[in-house]
Every structure is written in structure tokens, then in C-alpha cells.
């Protein structure tokens, strides 16, 4: 979730700084208005030099703009160079009984891509069928490995009830 960022402590400050933002109508809010809280949201934790992974390509540029070198780790860097037509025919193989939009393909695609993502999709934009061919992708990838699983987390039990139903009407047998 974290990617660690060893620098300079005046390098923090400018890194904390640029990773800064203001919440809209922060001025209304209670702990603002007890002085508990500036009304900023820091992204970068400068006691544990830390900022969220998905954040890496921001910090990339930063660095490049500023003239910094930057060291990175192996995994830091992702990219899968998965073939979008193929990530689409796989889509559409699913046994679903509707053509798959494009934005499902290219959100799929998007996830499969860099092994990590932020979704944000309106209502009935098929959200469950991208999870639904996310989970399918991986349980084929990890079919080999004995007691491997995937565990989708929901926050709600109606969403959990929701998920069962749309995995069934897909076609997965969601007795196992």
C-alpha cells in the first residue's frame, strides 16, 4: 500500500508540501474551526516517510522536474505489457449474456496491466462484472498452486449478497 521514500529531511518538506491539498470547505468543518486541524490532507507522512504506492509515477515526475536521482526497488515499477484485444476476447469469453463496454475492457485491462489500481465508476457501470473477470483472471492464473484463493472484500452484507448474484448471473458456480 506504502512505498518508503529515503531523502534528505529539507527534501521531505518539499515532497510533504507538493503532496499537500486543501479539503473543499475545510473552513466549515468542526475541527478546523476548534483550531485542531489546518484543513489540509497530507499524502506524505514525513515521520514515516511514506506515501501510498499508486502514487510512484507523481513522485517519479517530481524528482525528474527538481533534478533528483531516483533509486528504486524491482517491483516498484510495474507494467505487465498485457495486449488489450486479447484482455478483450478473454472479456468476452466469460459466458456473460451482454457485449462488454469498453471501459470494462479498459479497466480490466488497466488493473491486469499494473497488479494494482483505483477504480471509480458510476452506479450500474458494471463494476461487478470487472471485479467478476479480475477474479476469474486470477483464480486461472493461481490454479496450479495448491489452496490458492482470492478473497474479495465488500463493505456491506448487501453488497456481498449483490456480488453472489451477479457472480451466479454470469455463471459461476458460487456453491464452491
Given at each position: 500500500v506504502y512505498l518508503t521514500v529515503e531523502c534528505d529531511p529539507n527534501v521531505q518538506?518539499?515532497?510533504?508540501?507538493?503532496?499537500?491539498?486543501?479539503?473543499?470547505?475545510?473552513?466549515?468543518?468542526?475541527?478546523?474551526?476548534?483550531r485542531m486541524w489546518d484543513g489540509k490532507i497530507r499524502l506524505f507522512s514525513q515521520k514515516y516517510k511514506e506515501i501510498y504506492f499508486g502514487l510512484f509515477p507523481y513522485i517519479k515526475s517530481f524528482?525528474?522536474?527538481?533534478?533528483?536521482?531516483?533509486?528504486?526497488?524491482?517491483?516498484?515499477?510495474?507494467?505487465?505489457?498485457?495486449?488489450?484485444?486479447?484482455?478483450?476476447?478473454?472479456?468476452n469469453s466469460l459466458g456473460q449474456s451482454f457485449k462488454v463496454?469498453?471501459?470494462?475492457?479498459?479497466?480490466?485491462?488497466?488493473?491486469?496491466?499494473?497488479?494494482r489500481t483505483l477504480l471509480l465508476s458510476p452506479t450500474a457501470s458494471g463494476k461487478s462484472f470487472i471485479i467478476y473477470a479480475l477474479i476469474r483472471y486470477y483464480t486461472h492464473l493461481l490454479k496450479d498452486e495448491p489452496k490458492s484463493r482470492c478473497l474479495l472484500i465488500v463493505p456491506t452484507t448487501s453488497l456481498v449478497e449483490q456480488m453472489y448474484t451477479d457472480f451466479k448471473s454470469y455463471g459461476w458456480n458460487v456453491e464452491n
Open positions: 518538506r518539499e515532497i510533504s508540501e507538493f503532496f499537500t491539498f486543501y479539503v473543499p470547505g475545510y473552513k466549515f468543518m468542526p475541527a478546523f474551526r476548534n524528482a525528474e522536474e527538481r533534478g533528483y536521482n531516483i533509486v528504486c526497488g524491482e517491483d516498484v515499477e510495474i507494467d505487465n505489457k498485457v495486449d488489450k484485444t486479447i484482455v478483450e476476447k478473454f472479456a463496454r469498453d471501459y470494462q475492457v479498459d479497466a480490466i485491462h488497466h488493473s491486469l496491466r499494473f497488479n
